[in-house]
């Protein structure tokens, strides 16, 4: 069966600070990858999306990049810090060739102070 | 106009009582509804998945799809303390990857 992790599973970090976000998928080959934030009290906003390795497209402008170095790990990035960027991050993959279910990570709750 | 509205409540209700959560769209080209619950400070997990129109039941749940109306909705039968959560529709066009799009989330408590 597959597992996806993501960790941290809290962090806090100080305005103008780095971020690494790391999520891995076990139990499957080849999947999309997805980065999601949700603000408090609302949906999810889907912030980068893979359909392979090396291969990102960003659905907003923002202060964070992805990176996908292997099939089934995908990091979310910044190189400093906003106190906008305070959230909880969700990672989710789906089954290429499968309809449009996505299945998601614990989450991280960042707070930028 | 959002792509996709849901009222965000919160809603409560008596344990046993029939839920009902609704979500409407405005993308005639959404073909994938889902609905997933999300307890407090976890990752959302997937409910039920409905493709175009029509229904689906599983135990408890009961998913609704209207396309001509594009109008969704999750039905709770026998809710129980247990399902108290926030439930978020989501939906996708049959392009590419398969982005999702999220309502913003209904926060439901069953009260025992």
């Known amino acids: 069966s597959q597992t996806i992790h993501q960790w941290p599973a809290t962090l806090v970090q100080p305005v103008g600070s780095p971020l690494s976000l790391e999520c891995t998928v076990e139990?499957?080959?080849?999947?999309?990858l997805y980065w999601y934030r949700q603000a408090a009290g609302r949906g999810l906003q889907l912030l980068f999306y893979?359909?392979?390795?090396?291969?990102i497209s960003s659905e907003v402008p923002q202060n964070l990049s992805a990176s996908r170095p292997q099939d089934r790990q995908f990091i979310l990035s910044s190189k400093k810090l906003l106190l906008s960027d305070s959230g909880f991050y969700l990672c989710?993959?789906?089954?290429?060739?499968?309809?449009?279910?996505?299945?998601f990570g614990p989450g991280t709750r960042l707070t930028v102070l | 106009q959002k792509e996709v509205e849901q009222d965000p409540g919160p809603l409560s209700v008596p344990e046993g009582a029939i839920v009902s959560l609704n979500c409407t769209y405005s993308?005639?080209?959404?073909?994938?509804f889902m609905w997933y619950r999300q307890y407090s400070r976890k990752g959302p997990e997937l409910l039920m998945y409905?493709?175009?129109?029509g229904n689906k039941e599983d135990g408890r749940f009961t998913a609704q799809v209207d396309k001509s109306s594009k109008y969704i909705s999750l039905f709770i039968r026998d809710s129980q303390p247990s399902d108290s959560a926030t439930y978020l529709c989501?939906?996708?066009?049959?392009?590419?990857?398969?982005?999702?799009?999220f309502g913003q989330g209904t926060r439901l408590t069953i009260n025992p």
């Open positions: 409905t493709y175009s129109s």
């Open positions: 993308n005639s080209a959404f073909q994938y």
């Open positions: 989501a939906m996708s066009a049959n392009q590419g990857a398969q982005k999702l799009v």
């Open positions: 893979s359909v392979g390795i090396g291969q």
């Open positions: 139990g499957t080959s080849n999947p999309n």
């Open positions: 989710a993959w789906r089954l290429k060739g499968s309809q449009a279910e996505q299945f």
